[in-house]
């Protein structure tokens, strides 16, 4: 969901304000040195989550415990560094936190991380002595790849004998992918024609798995230099925003606090103007993770990378790739974003524990292609308009640009001028945006009344309304969501279906973030007497929740389909509810509103559509794909004989290959862009692939047809 940039609320800001200058009197008291940036940073933060949270924490044993447990996973996500030992010592601080906050100190921070300098020096003496003996890769033994079912390191020697096998399964999975590379390899043309032609002229000489091994450790070795050379840099600055961002996490998912560099990358993220690849990035249990892919962008063409993907390793073009395990997010983005036209090859690991290389070339983030766009569908002599929705867009700065509200409408009209006999509208993967629009939205397809009700943590709710009378579309309507679809998405999704006004489809649930959220400049909320120590970032908290006009909250449980069908993402750990520390479902009285007159037959049109999808070979494929990969996703360990991860990795690739087979063989759907829209763009052969790849990715989209078979259903 997108964000305005705010001021902070006058009761918040207020108190905020005179907290901090009492801290700052307590400082001036008897000394006249500025007061410590770091203590006052924490303070004015704490007391921001106090003033303005939705739901604000006691500040207590179970929150000390709670940050406690948090910031160890994320200083040691693999549990690599620390030892037990390390860990009982630390201890102590378990139920202190909140003292030490109070009186904005930071013992426990402060602590960890001498012990953690102190590992992280001892374990680089550790890799670099493995890594100068050769691994055996004809025994039998396996490595746990997930950080939930390790545990700490009883002593150093146990923790040698799992940085062997770390490093064992690092150098094995790059010997596979040289293996893979090398079977792919064909004979090359002469670089000098004046060389005669010859088997060791035209061709690279083959490699042996020994050579390979040597060359495998090498790269290892190379990587982890980098990354702790990395580690080693991070400096005071670095470890106070995250120990910061621990703390504001421990209230919910969604808030955090941005050190002003960070803020930044927010921006940018938020506005998706930029030169790169265009997705969305989280750093999460120390690994870099793609949240979001943005609608347009150079990832979105490519098409390999995915939300839930974790990146690996980075490289330009044919350069050799860096690891970026471990690193912060500020500095792997330094890597991946570049001028456009430029090559970056990610290495990425997918949620089911495969690793995949995708070459991708940057471009500016194409913003026509976030916008709403529509198409119609020819099926049996019936035309169906098909509208997708990326994300729920607005000029938050009031600058003259577009609306996602006002966008929808105008492709309704044309829909309506094409003579379409119904409609459905896509909104998987769109995961929110404005509010305002979400609301407008829901107006183009039923009489005025209440969309969605909003509430602080403190009154009654507010109720969001259509005022407008008029219905822009009153025909049959389907919209589609997945576990993607979030925010804004749930909202309208939710007035739909509370309306009866259209049939919801799709995965079992969506992603169920039902919260608002509001980014506090700290800077602003801080009188003049901390101008000398500024800047001092920015705090993004969450206010206020989304209800139903039901009652029911969107989130943590999301909007449940009135039809739901195969989802190859349905393995997959994501949501809300997946989430650490997210604020539960909760309901309030409902609003008054009146179901649509001409209510769809729901059980009618549930049961015709569950007929379909069981006699259809691809959806029981994705059924099939989707419970293997769930299997697989549990069976973390993975073996370290050479002979058995290829076998694996051989069957991983058939299976992907046999899914993608039937999807191409896929009865293709007649979709074309509108008329009136090509005829707009004349002889402009850009817009006009851009038209036509927008339709073409979507003619074997087996969700899509069986949404066009439902609204043909209410015909």
């Known amino acids: 969901m997108s964000f305005p940039r705010i001021k902070i609320g006058l009761y918040a800001a207020v108190v905020l ?13 008897g000394d006249s040195r500025t007061p410590e940036k770091d203590a006052v940073l924490i303070q004015a933060m704490l007391q921001g989550l106090t003033a303005a949270h939705y739901q604000p924490e006691k500040l207590d044993d179970t929150f000390s415990k709670r940050v406690f447990d948090l910031y160890l996973k994320r200083v040691d996500s693999n549990k690599k560094f ?4 390390d860990v009982a010592q630390l201890r102590k601080f378990q139920t202190d ?8 100190t930071h013992e426990f921070m402060d602590q960890t991380n001498v012990v953690l300098d102190q590992r992280i020096k001892d374990v680089q003496v550790l890799y670099r002595d493995i890594l100068a003996k050769p691994f ?41 992918e040289m293996m893979d590379a090398q079977a792919k390899k064909k004979d090359k043309p002469l670089a000098s024609t004046s060389v005669t032609p010859s088997p060791t002229t035209t061709s690279e000489p083959t490699r042996t798995p020994a050579e390979m091994e040597i060359e495998a450790r090498k790269r290892v070795l190379k990587y982890f230099d980098d990354q702790f050379n990395d580690l080693l840099q991070n400096d005071a600055n670095d470890r106070l925003a995250m120990y910061a961002n621990t703390i504001a996490n421990t209230y919910d998912p969604h808030t955090e606090y941005f050190a002003p560099r960070d803020k930044e990358s927010f921006d940018i993220a938020m506005t998706g103007r930029f030169e790169g690849i265009g997705a969305t990035l989280q750093e999460k249990d120390g690994n870099i993770k793609v949240a979001d892919i943005v609608p347009g962008s150079a990832s979105y063409r490519q098409g390999g990378l995915k939300a839930g993907d974790i990146i ?5 073009a ?37 690793t995949k290389i995708i070459p991708i070339i940057r471009d500016v983030v194409v913003i026509k292609e976030t916008f709403a766009q529509s198409a119609t569908i020819n099926e049996a002599g019936k035309k169906i308009g098909y509208i997708k929705l990326p994300t729920f867009y607005a000029d938050f700065n009031d600058n003259g640009g577009r609306s996602s509200a006002e966008d929808v409408k105008k492709e309704l009209e044309k829909l309506k001028q094409e003579n379409v006999q119904g409609v459905v509208l896509d909104l998987r993967f769109n995961g929110g945006g404005s509010l305002q629009d979400a609301v407008e939205m829901a107006g183009l397809f039923i009489d005025s009344g209440p969309v969605v009700q909003v509430k602080g943590s403190q009154g009654a709710a507010s109720v969001l309304n259509d005022r407008d009378p008029r219905v822009q579309y009153s025909g049959p309507l389907v919209v589609l969501v997945n576990k ?22 799709g995965a079992a649930s969506t992603y169920g973030k039902g919260t608002v959220q509001r980014i506090f400049d700290l800077d602003d909320a801080l009188p003049a007497e901390f101008n000398s120590i500024k800047p001092f970032g920015s705090l993004k908290l969450t206010t206020q929740k989304f ?169």
Do not use: H
């Open 17 to 29: 304000a005179v907290f901090v200058l009492a801290s700052y009197k307590l400082y001036q008291r």
């Open 82 to 85: 620390l030892l037990a030992s």
């Open 97 to 104: 936190i909140d003292d030490q906050v109070k009186r904005g």
């Open 136 to 176: 055996d890769f004809t025994t039998e033994e396996s490595f746990e790849t997930e950080p939930d079912k390790m545990v700490y390191a009883a002593d150093k020697t146990a923790q040698r004998e799992e940085w062997r096998k770390f490093l064992k399964y690092q150098t094995l999975v790059r010997i596979s």
């Open 312 to 316: 690996l390793r980075v490289a330009q």
């Open 318 to 354: 044919a350069e050799e790739p860096v690891s970026v395990e471990g690193w912060r997010l500020d500095k792997a983005i330094t890597l991946i974003r570049g001028k456009k036209g430029t090559e970056v090859r990610l290495t990425v690991r997918k949620p089911d524990n495969s």
């Open 484 to 505: 993607y679809s979030a925010s804004a998405s749930e909202i309208l999704a939710a007035a739909i279906q509370d309306y009866k006004r259209g049939v919801v489809m």
């Open 547 to 715: 209800y139903r006009i039901n009652g029911g909250s969107t989130q943590f449980k999301g909007v449940v389909p009135d039809i739901i069908l195969p989802d190859a993402y349905s393995y997959l750990d994501q949501g809300e509810k997946e989430q650490e520390y997210a604020l539960k479902w909760d309901e309030i009285s409902p609003a008054r509103y009146r179901s649509w007159a001409q209510a769809p037959s729901f059980d009618k049109l549930r049961t015709a559509s569950q007929a379909r999808v069981a006699a259809s070979p691809s959806f029981r494929l994705v059924n099939e794909l989707a419970q293997r990969m769930r299997k697989r996703k549990d069976e973390t360990k993975v073996s370290l004989k050479l002979t058995a991860y290829r076998t694996e990795q051989e069957q991983n690739k058939a299976e992907s290959d046999k899914y993608e087979a039937v999807q191409k063989s896929a009865q293709p759907l007649a979709i074309a862009p509108l008329s009136i829209d090509l005829k707009a763009l004349g002889t402009d052969t850009v817009e006009v692939n851009r038209a036509s790849r927008f339709t073409k990715t979507l003619n074997k989209d087996i969700t899509l047809r069986e949404a066009v078979s439902v609204v043909k259903d209410q015909m």
